[in-house]
């Protein structure tokens, strides 16, 4: 069974700092994504970044970013220079792909992120 | 259409009544998922559909619950006898396809509806 872990059910940060989000992994998977998703109050979830295992080079969106270790499976989320707009739940979300193909996201419990002005 | 439509945004209702969640997903999308998100909870998978078919029913707690998709594009999440403990938000989201081992098939979600049993 492939389960995702968020050890920090609540954080806060100072606008315009800069904020790192947890989360681990378990999988005996070799070809897997890795995703985290914001859910504002509007409850939508929203795509922040992704990553393919196979790419050593951690991924970036302008100002979210992750430190992906891959042997600890850990992806954690680092947000810089944050922003207001920010404040919400982030959730951590895995998919591996199997010979048979693979369609199910699971999620970690989320890190409700509130940001300070 | 542009994005995930789901309707009702909130639906509440009595114990042992029957309801219905419709979901529209974006134009073309062979995939469509349906998860359900409890009070405090990240979403848990109930469904996926690839066209018309359930090709994974495996998330449905039980008999209670039912989905269809009858001409691939929307929809219909149904769920008979509702108890106090299926109040959540129920989401639905869409992909181009739903497999693929060369690119991961981002999910586009949509803004989920409150079902609320009292």
């Known amino acids: 069974a492939q389960t995702v872990t968020q050890s920090q059910p609540e954080m806060s940060v100072q606008e315009a700092e800069t904020v790192t989000l947890s989360c681990t992994y378990d999988?005996?998977?070799?070809?897997?994504?890795l995703f985290w998703y914001k859910q504002p109050p509007s409850r939508q979830m929203i795509l922040v970044i992704r990553q393919e295992a196979y790419k050593q080079q951690n991924a970036t969106e302008n100002r979210f970013s992750v430190n992906f270790q891959k042997a600890a499976k850990s992806f954690s989320l680092k947000i810089s220079d944050s922003q207001l707009g920010d404040t919400a739940m982030y959730f951590c979300a895995f998919i591996a792909y199997s010979g048979a193909g693979s369609y199910q996201l699971t999620f970690g419990k989320g890190t409700k992120l509130s940001v300070i002005p | 259409g542009a994005g995930v439509s789901q309707t009702p945004s909130n639906k509440v209702t009595e114990k042992g009544k029957y309801v219905e969640l419709r979901c529209d997903p974006i134009?073309?999308?062979?995939?469509l998922y349906w998860y359900r998100q409890s009070l405090g909870q990240g979403p848990e998978f109930l469904i996926y559909f690839q066209g018309t078919g359930a090709a994974d029913d495996s998330g449905l707690p039980n008999d209670r619950f039912f989905a269809v998709r009858p001409e691939g594009s929307v929809s219909t999440l149904k769920i008979q006898r509702t108890e106090r403990g299926d109040s959540a938000v129920y989401l639905c989201?869409?992909?181009?396809?739903?497999?693929?081992?060369?690119?991961?098939?981002?999910?586009?979600f949509g803004a989920g509806s409150r079902l609320t049993v009292l």
């Open positions: 999988t005996s998977e070799s070809n897997y994504y």
């Open positions: 989201a869409s992909s181009p396809t739903g497999t693929s081992s060369s690119g991961a098939n981002v999910l586009t």
């Open positions: 134009s073309g999308h062979t995939a």
